[in-house]
């Protein structure tokens, strides 16, 4: 079956796209601008709610990004970004890949839309200000652990890593990197360093 991706620059997509490179897997990716609701022809024939990313194998279809980097590490491991079951930090592992989203970037998209998606009358410089300061104390949790880990579980690199990291990519495209403490900075520079993030956003 060949994996297939399709992808918009420095969007949720990075993280799949990040963990097939470090897997060394061979993939077909679709390069699209963003929105590709608007901007991708016959996008949403393929992808109906028309959010990014878009993951096919064979005839499995997936749009949630940190869902298909645990189905990739699950399917074509076994492979040291994954956190088994037998493992202590399994636990932590599975929270921060649903944390990453549902807690860090979640804030960050109601930012990217109330300060450049909508148009200039319906932007709202309360919203943008309540919800970069939601990130803000959200990535407390963050700080905490990598105070004391270079990584966040397992005493390793896993998808979990990517997860998060995307979300501190994604605070830097919003001009948020700014508010990021020290462990987290230091955290975030590491993940920058990885020649598979340096690949994933160079495509």
Known sequence: MVLKLWHCSLS?????????????LDYELVCMKFPPRFLHSGYTDINP??????????????????????????????????????????????????RSDATLTFPQTLVLRYSQLEPKERRHTQVV?????????????LESVVKKREFLCADRFTIADISVGFALLFAETLGLREGFKEHTEAYYVRLKTRPAFIKACSL
């Open 49 to 98: 709610i028309g959010t990014v990313p878009f993951f096919t194998d064979g005839f499995v279809e997936m749009t949630e990004s940190s869902g298909i980097c645990q189905y990739l590490v699950d399917q074509y491991g076994p492979t040291s970004l994954s956190v088994g079951l037998n493992e202590p930090d399994y636990g932590p592992y599975l929270n921060w890949l649903h």
């Open 12 to 24: 949720r997509s990075i993280r799949p796209l990040w963990t097939m490179e470090e897997m060394g």
């Open 129 to 141: 200000q309540d919800y970069s300061q939601w990130f803000f104390s959200r990535l407390r949790s």
